[in-house]
């Protein structure tokens, strides 16, 4: 199974996360998050990235979702990624989260696929519907 880490701003990995048990009614095994707050400097938390990141990770790699793409949390994310082992993802939402969670027993690049249109599909009018 792919592992996956949130990190992201603040507490709101922690939230995707706790949303996600609640939908799941379980807590998932190998998921992990960590939030930056306003005066952390993401070079400092590397470490601790890259030790979460060990955490989650049985050999099958591990999907690192981030909020922002370009902010802090984005920044310190790029510097774990190793493509086909350690992927990224950028704009984490609960449809995406729930998505990665469903697929990753499949291979990283199915998983990718699934995470993102998960993400983007979650997004609608609901006027639409």
């Known amino acids: 199974m792919i592992g996956i880490l949130l990190i992201t701003h603040g507490s709101y990995g922690e939230a995707l996360v706790q949303n996600a048990c609640h939908v799941l009614n379980k807590r998932p095994l190998q998921l992990n998050q960590l939030g930056l ?8 938390l590397l470490p601790l990235a890259r030790q ?15 909020d922002i793409f370009g902010a802090s949390p984005a920044n310190l994310a790029l510097k774990l990624l190793e493509p086909g082992r350690i992927e990224g993802l950028a704009g984490a939402n609960l449809p995406m989260l729930l998505r990665a969670l469903n697929y990753r027993d499949k291979d990283m690049e199915t998983l990718l696929i699934r995470a993102r249109d998960g993400g983007r599909d979650g997004i609608l009018n609901m006027q639409n519907h």
């Open 52 to 66: 979460m990141l060990h955490l989650v990770d049985n050999g099958r790699g591990v999907l690192v979702l981030t």
């Open 37 to 44: 707050s306003a005066q952390d400097d993401p070079l400092d």
